[in-house]
């Protein structure tokens, strides 16, 4: 059974940074491509980042390129997203989704329970 | 970027209906539109993929359809379990965009 397990939310001050971890089992983690999509508090879904299932390949939302890196440990089945500079309109949970390919696709079959994240003062 | 609109963004049905939800993308996307179900308080689920494929968990109440800019999510007769919000995303091009959402609530 495929699972993600997102971990590291929390409360966060403006400008300050933190970084999110999707640890996957069920599945071959090193074969697909992997995400990150995020929902502001009582809003729609904003895709946020995306990574090849080899980690060569990465690709993100204008609202966050130069703030937030993605990267994967294949190692470790486990993804990352490392957010610095943050701003208030990135408070959200964030969910870590797999995709059915190792190039970067956008269709997600399964997502995690994802993680909270808030920037306030 | 492709723009989502999801039409309505609301609407309360009754057990039994026949329900559709629309989705229009600001240019064409081909069959590269996906749906997806989120229920209160946990993570969206993918419904239907490629237009009009259905995940092996969905019932086959739901379907799909459309190609180009217009699709449509169909629910033939609703069911209690069937309350949630729906979404459309399109997976055509970066950044990937979704619809605003359309909450189904049943009478």
């Known amino acids: 059974e495929v699972h993600l397990l997102e971990s590291g939310g929390g409360l966060v001050q403006p400008g300050g940074s933190l970084r999110l971890s999707c640890a996957a089992s069920?599945?071959?983690?090193?074969?697909?491509?992997v995400s990150w999509v995020r929902q502001a508090p009582g809003k729609g879904l904003e895709w946020v980042s995306s990574?090849?299932?080899?980690?060569?390949?990465?690709y993100y939302a204008d609202s966050v390129k130069g703030r937030f890196t993605i990267s994967r440990d294949n190692s470790k089945n486990t993804l990352y997203l490392q957010m610095i500079s943050l701003r208030a309109e990135d408070t959200a949970v964030y969910y870590c989704?797999?995709?059915?390919?190792?190039?970067?696709?956008?269709?997600?079959?399964?997502w995690g329970q994802g993680a909270l994240v808030t920037v306030s003062s | 970027d492709i723009h989502m609109t999801q039409s309505p963004s609301s609407l309360s049905p009754s057990v039994g209906d026949r329900v559709t939800i629309t989705c229009r993308a600001g240019?064409?996307?081909?069959?590269?539109l996906n749906w997806y179900q989120q229920k209160p308080g946990k993570a969206p689920k993918l419904l239907i993929y490629?237009?009009?494929s259905l995940q092996s968990w969905v019932p086959s109440r739901f379907s799909g359809s459309g190609s180009g800019t217009d699709f449509t999510l169909t629910i033939s007769s609703l069911q209690p379990e069937d309350s949630a919000t729906y979404y459309c995303?399109?997976?055509?091009?970066?950044?990937?965009?979704f619809g605003q959402g359309t909450k189904l609530e049943i009478k």
């Open positions: 069920g599945f071959t983690f090193t074969n697909f491509a």
């Open positions: 490629a237009a009009s």
């Open positions: 240019q064409s996307i081909t069959s590269h």
């Open positions: 989704a797999k995709t059915s390919f190792s190039a970067v696709t956008g269709t997600f079959d399964y």
């Open positions: 995303q399109q997976s055509d091009s970066i950044p990937y965009t």
């Open positions: 990574i090849s299932a080899s980690g060569a390949n990465s």
